[in-house]
């Protein structure tokens, strides 16, 4: 719930989470993953306590897969319940039940997905019940520190940048007038993918010869129950 995961279905020892449906996600393969990796966390905190007292551990496997899927109330008069089926929801139950205690699963897409942000192994391809072609499987194997996407971007090489030659000259009009001693707040605004962090990417890189400190914070949208966030995070960064 965390991270605005439906717990869908109760299966015996184990649960079927959607991530994307029935709340629309923009980052559900990343935020599943997080879920995952927290899950696991918390059951590795938990098994040291387990293994003092009673020479025991729980270990989990999981399983995850993105792709399209029909979701919606299924069933009939007597019993209706809202699930997902399909071919995605299929392999993802595989890869769970491939999973070596401890582990975690993912499938092609949801890697391509979350490449960026986490560390993870190629298992190879792996032929699973009910498909005829083989399935590229990854180990999720930790997470790496966060980062923005436009970071994961200049990771894999960004375009060049076109038609923002007035917003950067407005940029450092402010950025001389705050030298001077008037202290100058900028905010920049526009729809999504219009490239709001690029333009601060390119005044940033515009400035590496200057001698100034620069903070930077960024807001998540699984860290939104979490006060001040962007604050938080210059703090431990700096």
Not at 88 to 96: E, G, I
Not at 136 to 158: A, C, D, K
Not at 199 to 210: A, D, M, N, P, V
Request: charged share 25%; proline share 3%.
């Amino acid at each position: 719930h965390r991270y605005e995961g439906t717990v869908n279905q109760f299966l015996g020892d184990g649960l079927m989470a959607l991530f994307g449906a029935p709340v629309a996600l923009e980052d559900h393969a990343l935020r599943a993953v997080m879920a995952a990796l927290m899950i696991q966390e918390t059951i590795n905190a938990y098994n040291e306590q387990l293994k003092s007292e009673r020479g025991m551990e729980i270990r989990l496997r999981l399983g995850l897969n993105t792709g399209l899927v029909v979701v919606g109330r299924i069933g009939d008069d007597l019993r209706m319940d809202y699930t997902a089926v399909g071919d995605t929801t299929n392999v993802a139950a595989r890869l769970q039940s491939l999973a070596a205690p401890g582990t975690i699963l993912i499938g092609e897409i949801t890697q391509r997905l979350v490449e960026g942000y986490i560390h993870n192994a190629a298992q190879g391809p792996v032929q699973v019940k009910g498909r005829t072609e083989a399935v590229q499987v990854y180990e999720v194997t930790g997470r790496r520190r966060r980062r923005s996407r436009l970071e994961v971007s200049i990771e894999r090489g960004l375009t060049p940048l076109v038609g923002r030659e007035r917003e950067l000259n407005l940029l450092h009009d402010c950025l001389t007038r705050a030298k001077a001693g008037r202290g100058q707040v900028v905010g920049i605004g526009g729809e999504p993918g219009i490239g709001k962090s690029r333009l601060l990417y390119e005044f940033r890189k515009t400035l590496e010869e200057e001698r100034i400190i620069w903070l930077e914070g960024h807001c998540v949208a699984q860290g939104q129950n979490t006060p001040y966030l962007p604050i938080l995070e210059i703090l431990r960064t700096n």
